[in-house]
């Protein structure tokens, strides 16, 4: 149990320093670059939570899809000699005020409120659960969310394209 | 035993940094990101619930729908924000006022 705890531990510190990176670094490529590491960290986390199909899908749509896209955007819109526009940001005082006013409520929130009794769960194979659930009683969700992806992969397409092709 | 408060804290803490990557980053880019660490944060709170408090798995299921959600919102920015560079070369998003007054 106790190298299980440790495990854990240093997963934790990995995701939140470099989710600080992502928060603090001041150039873009660094802040895509910790993102990575904070997707997988998050993954691992789903493995520790006994959810195995969970974690090979934020590895494959989150790691392989969405930070591809923003690496692809930050190469994009930066020109690699430009260097005023990366470093200009908002006054990091506000912000981090803010951050404290929500770390507070979130505080209260898991330290005072009465949690229901845990279920001690042994670790199963859940994909053949996921996918009864999805056919079954999650059917209507899945059907609504095929037809918003349909509707993402249309509205995508037509917002890049270039102008000339544009009446 | 990793108790279930140790994972809120986790979460609860990526979710303020995305807060604080959101409000100080003028890129759009990088407020992208930003969402990108509290649709995360928020997703390690459902599979930890569907784990410590749910007889059923429940929670995975929700995660699911908002990785599904993510990509998408995630392919429509950048779009948006493509579309934008190619309009002013810049993706300040403070310099994007036109629809103010």
Same mark, same amino acid.
């Given at each position: ?13 990995? *995701? ?33 939570? %006994? ?35 990366? *470093? ?6 506000? %912000?981090?005020?803010?951050? *404290? ?34 056919? *079954? ?31 | ?11 609860? /803490? ?6 604080? +990557? ?9 407020? $992208? ?21 749910? +007889?059923?798995?429940?929670?995975? $299921?929700?995660? /699911?729908?908002?990785?599904? $959600? ?11 924000? $493509? ?10 998003? +403070? ?7």
């Amino acid at each position: 149990m106790e190298a299980k705890e440790l495990l854990f531990l240093f997963i934790a510190l990995a *995701t939140i320093v470099s989710a600080g990176l992502v928060a603090f670094s001041n150039k873009l490529i660094h802040s895509a670059f910790a993102l990575l590491a904070a997707l997988v960290g998050f993954a691992a986390f789903y493995v520790f939570l %006994s959810a195995d199909f969970l974690a090979v899908t934020q590895v494959v749509i989150y790691v392989g899809g969405i930070l591809i896209l923003i690496l692809f955007g930050v190469m994009m819109t930066h020109r690699i000699y430009d260097t005023t526009l990366k *470093t200009i940001h908002n006054p990091l005082i506000l %912000s981090i005020l803010s951050g *404290t006013a929500v770390a507070v409520v979130l505080a209260l929130i898991i330290f005072r409120s009465p949690w229901a009794p845990v279920i001690n769960k042994s670790f199963a194979p859940t994909t053949n659960a996921i996918g009864a659930e999805i056919l *079954t009683n999650y059917l209507l969700p899945f059907e609504l969310i095929s037809v918003l992806l349909l509707g993402v992969l249309i509205g995508a397409v037509f917002l890049a394209r270039t102008e000339e092709h544009k009446k | 035993m990793i108790s279930l408060q140790s994972y809120l804290i986790v979460s609860a /803490i990526v979710f303020i940094l995305g807060i604080i +990557t959101i409000l100080y980053k003028k890129n759009a880019v990088g407020i $992208l990101m930003g969402v990108e660490l509290i649709l995360n944060s928020v997703n390690l709170n459902f599979v930890a619930f569907a784990k410590y408090i749910d +007889t059923h798995i429940n929670g995975q $299921l929700v995660a /699911i729908f908002i990785i599904i $959600l993510a990509a998408s919102e995630a392919a429509v920015a950048l779009a948006i924000i $493509l579309n934008l560079y190619r309009d002013r070369a810049n993706i300040d998003v +403070t310099k994007v006022d036109q629809m103010k007054n």
